[in-house]
């Protein structure tokens, strides 16, 4: 009996001690995420593409510029050199790339940016794809060429066979750049094969079966066949050369070839010569600010070829390629079976030589020298580009993967998925293999001087809802000195440099990205479902809830066959190799299977995971398939077996089946008025949720969380308020939010005990009213009669709010320097756009309002009362002051401050600062006579809603401007 004893007080303290240690866990972890979020790291603040067009850089601008990057709250930026449109003649061109005048300003450009704590990338090329003047023949891109001669009758050896002719001009219609040699030939070929091909009836015979291959008995140096023939033939000799194909937008000395992105010699040696030129500049690079070297998008358009494709391919697919060789240069003339499947296997074979020699070559030679390797890897592939490299497995060789996406633009393939989204794609590669990073090229635009930082944000917040943990602003362009404003920039983007009126108040924006992507990466994505998107290659998955949706309120990562052959099961659960774990597991409707893929499949059901999908109706014909196997696929979706993959079900009502609810869930979210991701760190939960409408919404949200304490994080100003609202319904914690047009929030969990002030808040609509989390207590925006629920108690709440408007005419004033009049008195509070002064109407710039107002203290005495300044609309971005004392910059929706400890009674003066956008000068300059203001070399410009179509800027319509108001004071008091 003591012996039990004793063993029950070991335990419990065991189990005491654990309990300390998890709370210590959480505790620590929420801290640190805490401050990350408060005071975000540098490895968390956005960066730019800074563009160096046609390579015309000026070292006292390149320092100017990197301190403006500096002051914006900017970690750093990716040295991009490149071109312009042909159309573009007001860019002076520079040095050529990596030149010695070019190398002087990079030096320049990484000493500036390490005094300055900033990290450096280095785009590998003058434009894109990777390539340069210093690359050979024997490493340019390749393709593959043939001649075709017709042997009639019964003939003896030593037929000639000529030598193929390549075009000079290729696909595209653009000039094919080979080197050849005084012969005619090419500098760089090789041979590949000699295929004949009999004829019937004077015609070929497609049937593979039937050609033959007589590579053997070919002599290269006489190019001559020694073979006796029977009967006619067509002959086919295949050789491998340069395409020709060119980087794709050099600066205007630094034209060159591509490299071969296949050839493992190629990468290396394209890497080696950029490194050794900088190393020979800077030294050793680990001592430099340069930290990664980025390989932009791969958009290469020629046929492929590289020289060790046969042995790849045979290894791959076990059968020789060269009977096929026919079918690439003319695929019409076979059946369509076999067309297919060899173009199946061919595309697959491309995908692997990417990704070992290019991306993973490039890493591993990168790494070698202290960098990092970024790069869309794959793509941005399908549907936009046709990149043959599956792009999980790509995004997975990096060190950072990175994906795109641009706003007010979309595009759409023929299954309506936006294919200018690749977030939800990248994010699930770094989910898979652990690369923790989650970079992206951000807000990629065309509307050249139209938006401000409010107009980005929803794309940026929807990027962020699905993964987006690393912003890249696309882009910063240089503008040497002397260059006039809004000056010059590359043609696309969101021109995010120190020309921009509103950049000097944007490092409150910068700030809201960098505490989200902060919080991101502390922690792990949340998810029920793994979704494998099947065997195809190229692929692609497409933006969240696009291709595949795992069901409402639910999450999913996208998994590729590699990493599905690699999952395990523990407790039911499917459990990736770095640790993640997911509740489902969701097939791509293929048709086929895998051979592989249907082996592990029935190992995972047998250990108890949950799969859906529906039944293959054959096995695939890749290597490994035996005809057992088509029992194996009625065995596993044999719906009358315990372990079985459950087929006719979508995910969610897998899930559902399984008592496992939504991750979230409200009222209408059929609606997806609101969209969410999910982060968890040792017990913490962090859910970032966004309205996605253009409205104040406020919901009773549920969250699948028990024992938890919830707490409202604002990324806007870095506050952290308790939630004191919130009621335990089972498995779900509901509490009423709040949120503005756009608007965002994290809603945090945590361990602990909290006072619950009220369980729930109703008035007479239907959903709660407008709340108003803050560190002072939670405040009711709305006046009216509610009901609050205490425990089991319901209570009458009469709220009263005092909201005053400040009427009247404001006094404003212009800058002289852009055209406005030094100063105007407002009656009221409208657009510039609206003003018949074309001074006023066209005007670009900042702008002062100020108004004297008069406060009575007397007017309103609710306990603990809080008064705020609510400026309404404006547009772009405001800087607000209240008698003097600044109260900060605002960009986002609710444009509000509290102003309790500022008002003074009696009189009072706010001013208002508004920076607005170069579009509207560069108009007036377009259609008026007189000064020109404004300096570009950008003529035309899209215009939001109607995709890329351009229009000049004398037709493009004004970006309303200014402070709109209606500017309140609205008096509240907490709960």
Same mark, same amino acid.
């Given at each position: ?35 990350? @979020? ?124 000529? @030598? ?133 998008? !791969? ?366 869930? !409200? ?111 939670? @405040? ?62 066209? !005007? ?132």
């Amino acid at each position: 009996m003591k012996t039990r004893f004793s063993t029950f007080i070991a335990l419990g303290l065991f189990v005491c001690l654990q309990c300390n240690f998890a709370v210590g866990q959480s505790t620590s972890a929420y801290e640190q995420v805490k401050s990350s @979020f408060q005071s975000p790291p540098q490895s968390a603040r956005p960066k730019v593409y800074w563009w160096w067009l046609n390579g015309n850089v000026d070292s006292v601008r390149v320092k100017e510029e990197i301190a403006a990057m500096d002051r914006a709250g900017l970690s750093g930026f990716d040295l991009f050199e490149t071109g312009v449109p042909p159309v573009d003649t007001m860019v002076e061109a520079g040095p050529a790339f990596l030149s010695k005048e070019s190398l002087k300003v990079i030096r320049v450009a990484l000493e500036e940016a390490k005094k300055r704590n900033m990290d450096v990338g280095f785009n590998m090329a003058s434009s894109w794809n990777a390539g340069g003047t210093w690359v050979t023949p024997e490493n340019s891109a390749k393709s593959i060429y043939d001649s075709r001669i017709e042997v009639k009758g019964k003939s003896g050896g030593n037929i000639k066979l000529p @030598f193929p002719q390549i075009s000079k001009i290729d696909a595209a219609g653009k000039t094919r750049v080979i080197q050849y040699q005084r012969n005619g030939k090419p500098v760089f070929y090789q041979e590949v094969a000699v295929v004949a091909i009999p004829l019937k009836n004077g015609k070929p015979d497609w049937d593979p079966a039937k050609i033959v291959d007589v590579s053997s008995q070919f002599d290269p140096e006489s190019e001559k066949l020694n073979w006796t023939l029977t009967g006619d033939w067509e002959v086919h000799r295949y050789i491998c050369s340069n395409s020709g194909e060119q980087l794709k937008r050099p600066s205007k000395y630094s034209s060159g070839p591509i490299i071969d992105h296949f050839d493992a010699q190629a990468t290396e040696a394209h890497f080696l010569h950029i490194i050794n030129v900088l190393t020979e500049e800077m030294g050793d690079l680990r001592n430099t600010a340069l930290k990664n070297l980025y390989l932009a998008s !791969y958009e290469a358009t020629g046929f492929t070829w590289t020289t060790t494709l046969p042995a790849v391919f045979k290894a791959l697919t076990s059968y020789e390629i060269n009977k096929f060789l026919p079918v690439l240069l003319n695929q019409s003339s076979f059946e369509k079976g076999v067309v297919e499947k060899f173009m199946k296997d061919y595309q697959r074979t491309l995908s692997e030589l990417m990704i070992t020699n290019f991306y993973k070559k490039a890493k591993e030679v990168a790494n070698a020298h202290g960098l990092k390797i970024n790069s869309e890897a794959g793509g941005p592939g399908m549907p936009m580009h046709n990149v043959p490299a599956e792009p999980l497995k790509a995004l997975g060789a990096l060190d950072l993967p990175r994906g795109e996406f641009w706003i007010n633009y979309n595009a759409y393939n023929d299954q309506g998925v936006d294919f200018l989204r690749v977030v939800k794609e990248v994010s699930s590669a770094s989910h898979i293999y652990g690369r923790g990073i989650v970079e992206e090229e951000a807000f990629t635009s065309s509307l050249n001087w139209q938006e401000g930082p409010f107009d980005m944000k929803p794309t940026g917040d929807r990027a962020f809802c699905e993964g987006m943990n690393r912003v890249v602003i696309h882009g910063f362009s240089h503008n040497p000195s002397g260059i006039g404003y809004p000056g010059i920039v590359y043609h696309a983007g969101t021109h995010f440099n120190d020309k921009r009126i509103w950049h000097p108040k944007i490092r409150p924006f910068t700030d809201y990205l960098a505490r989200v992507s902060a919080v991101f990466q502390q922690t792990d994505f949340v998810a029920d479902v793994l979704y494998y998107y099947g065997d195809a290659v190229p692929n692609y998955a497409g933006p969240k809830n696009g291709r595949f949706m795992a069901g409402l309120g639910y999450d999913y990562d996208v998994i590729n066959t590699e990493i599905l052959l690699q999952l395990k099961v523990k407790d039911g659960k499917l459990v990736l190799p770095t640790g993640g774990q997911y509740n489902l597991l969701a097939l791509e409707d293929e048709g086929d299977i895998n051979p592989a893929v249907l082996l592990k499949i029935e190992e995972l059901v047998s250990a108890g995971a949950t799969i859906t999908g529906a039944k293959p109706k054959k096995v695939s014909d890749r290597p490994g398939g035996t005809p057992a196997m088509a029992a194996m696929i009625d065995k596993v979706w044999n719906q009358n077996s315990k372990a079985k993959v459950v087929a006719g079900k979508q995910p969610f009502e897998v899930l559902q089946a399984n008592n496992i609810g939504p991750d979230i869930n !409200y009222s209408d979210i059929a609606l997806n008025t609101l969209d969410y991701i999910h982060y968890n760190k040792n017990g913490l939960d962090f859910y970032f949720v966004r309205n996605t409408t253009d409205e104040w919404v406020s919901r009773e949200i549920s969250f699948r969380q028990q024992a938890r304490v919830p707490e409202i994080w604002d990324p806007i100003n870095g506050s952290i308020s308790p939630a004191t609202i919130y009621n335990q319904n089972g498995k779900y914690i509901q509490l009423p939010v709040s949120l503005p047009p756009m608007g965002s929030t994290f809603v945090v969990f945590k361990p602990g005990k909290q006072e619950v002030k009220f369980s729930k808040i109703t008035g007479t609509q239907q959903h709660p009213p407008m709340l108003n989390y803050t560190p002072d207590g939670v @405040f009711v925006m709305e006046a009216g009669a509610f009901e609050v629920k205490k425990q089991d108690q319901s209570l009458p709440l009469i709220n009263n709010v005092n909201v005053e408007t400040l009427t009247g005419a404001w006094e404003v004033f212009f800058s002289l320097e852009w055209g406005g009049p030094e100063r105007r008195l407002f009656p009221e509070l409208s657009s510039w756009t609206d003003s018949e002064e074309e001074s006023i109407k066209y !005007y670009s710039g900042m702008a002062r309002y100020k108004k004297p107002f008069y406060h009575d203290v007397n007017a309103t005495l609710m306990k603990d009362q809080r008064v705020f300044l609510d400026l309404g609309d404006l547009s772009k971005v405001g800087e607000v002051w209240l008698n003097g004392e600044p109260l900060g910059i605002t960009w986002a929706k609710p444009y509000r401050f509290d102003i309790t400890d500022k008002l003074k009674a009696g009189n009072n003066l706010v001013e208002i600062e508004i920076a607005n956008v170069w579009a509207n000068r560069i108009i007036g300059d377009a259609r008026t006579d007189g000064k020109d203001y404004t300096y570009s070399n950008v003529l035309t410009t899209t215009v939001v809603g109607f995709g890329r179509q351009r229009f000049s800027w004398e037709e493009t319509p004004l970006v309303e401007s200014g402070l709109l108001g209606p500017v309140r004071l609205i008096t509240v008091s907490p709960l």
